[in-house]
């Protein structure tokens, strides 16, 4: 992360009355502590959960995330799992798999953390290029704009013969519960499919997935030995056992329930004190992509409305190398509390007014 915007997040954190629309945090009070708790001090005392394991993952951890794209069409089997810490693993082994220098697109706004892992390994980050060997596409909701892949774009992928980076951090929070179909169907020789259980389960846990294109998989599961072993023991067992507890599915709709609300109180104040302020409305997930046709600085934005007592994720974060545009930046309605959306909107008013007079 832009360390300038790294250091006034962290100031800001350390700040209770600024209401944080940064960072896309799930909902604390979704999740499942109750039953969480009660299978961590279950495993804890099992032999699984503190031995080490395979660098692939546990079995029944695979079977679940195989069973869940089955489900939707995918052919694949469990073996060809790799669960990971996170998605963000994932995305950093894909990284490192593609060959150093090639160029890979991910269109005009993307998850930062995803441009940074592509850049560790020297791949050349570009935001459109019909040519490229590779592109990164987040798929069903896309951080940051919230919302789905168009089918053109789907077309155009999977005609492109390239390398398809597709990750589905978002994907079961559509606020619809529509599945996208997973290009995995379409390219399975191309898609490096990436999963998490980051948003609609814990992301402490750390647990996500890889499924790799069959050619290269066995490379991939050697590169994540040779960096940590094994994804954690003591998370997989857990989230083993927490399925045995809890209706996944119910919680996701729930889930869904819940952000979709919450996106529309958002959505509401910011009708009312920002009404100049341009956005889709998300089909999902976190978040609302703000668009403005001024130019400027939006770290001077952060810091105007961080003095204002609300903060956001500047846009430029999200740019890939030599995109210049437009302010644009990222507020997150996911974590902080809805009744405070009504006063987050009104002091972001004043920090763009603050803003605007400085620029
Ligand atoms: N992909 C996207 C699009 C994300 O927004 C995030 C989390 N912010 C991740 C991947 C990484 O998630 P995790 O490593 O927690 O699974």
Redesign the pocket.
Known sequence: MDPRVAELHHRAALRPDVIPLAG?LPADDLMPRVALAAVLSEVAQSRDALQYGWPEGLQSVRDWIAGRLVARGVVIDPEHVIVT???????SLVAAELAHGSRIAVGAA??P??LAAFASTGLEIVDEDRDARAHYV?AGV??PQGVDLIEAQRTNLIASGAEIVV?E??AELRFDGELPRPLAIDAPDRVWH?G????TLA?GL???WLVAPARRRAAVLERKQASDLQTCSLSQVALTRLFGVIDYDAMLARARRRYAARADRLIAALAHYTPELRFREPEGGFSLWVETDEHGDDIALLRAAIEAGVSLDPGHMFRPPGVIAPVAFRLSFSNAPPDSFEEAARRLAAALAAWRHLE
Do not use: C, E, F
């Open positions: 896309g810490a996170g998605a963000q693993q994932a995305l993307t998850y953390a995803a987040i896309a951080n990750d951090a978002y990436v998490t259980i980051s948003k992301p750390r647990i996500g």
